[in-house]
């Protein structure tokens, strides 16, 4: 079994700056990529960011030059820097791995409980 726990959500004020950590544990052979999605009140869950173990990264186009994803792949750790906040990134943030469990090919996905961020004007 595996576990993703985030950390580091809170409340802030426009303009400001939050980071957020997930760690991954358990069953864990090795992980392909890692991310970050969020679902504010009444709309769907959307990317933010991934990153891939070769350190490929992808954002969504309203966080881009705003926040930073990065990785510790040693750690089975990947940040979010969230920088310039607005009030529309108020949501909960939600960490998301592909990990594999063993050896081979075949990726199982794996979500954190989530964690609020929420920023007032």
């Known amino acids: 079994q595996v576990q993703l726990v985030e950390s580091g959500g809170g409340l802030v004020h426009s303009g400001g700056s939050l980071r957020l950590s997930c760690a991954a544990s358990g069953t864990i052979y090795g992980i392909n990529a890692m991310g970050w999605y969020r679902q504010a009140p009444g709309k769907q869950r959307e990317l933010v960011a991934t990153i891939t173990t070769s350190h490929s990264t992808n954002y969504a186009d309203t966080v881009k030059g705003r926040f930073t994803i990065s990785g510790d792949v040693a750690k089975n750790t990947v940040y979010l820097q969230m920088n310039s906040l607005k009030p529309e990134d108020t949501a909960i943030y939600y960490c998301?791995?592909?990990?594999?469990?063993?050896?081979?090919?075949?990726?199982?996905?794996?979500w954190g409980q989530g964690t609020q961020v929420t920023v007032s004007s």
């Open positions: 998301n791995a592909e990990i594999r469990p063993s050896y081979g090919p075949t990726s199982v996905g794996y």
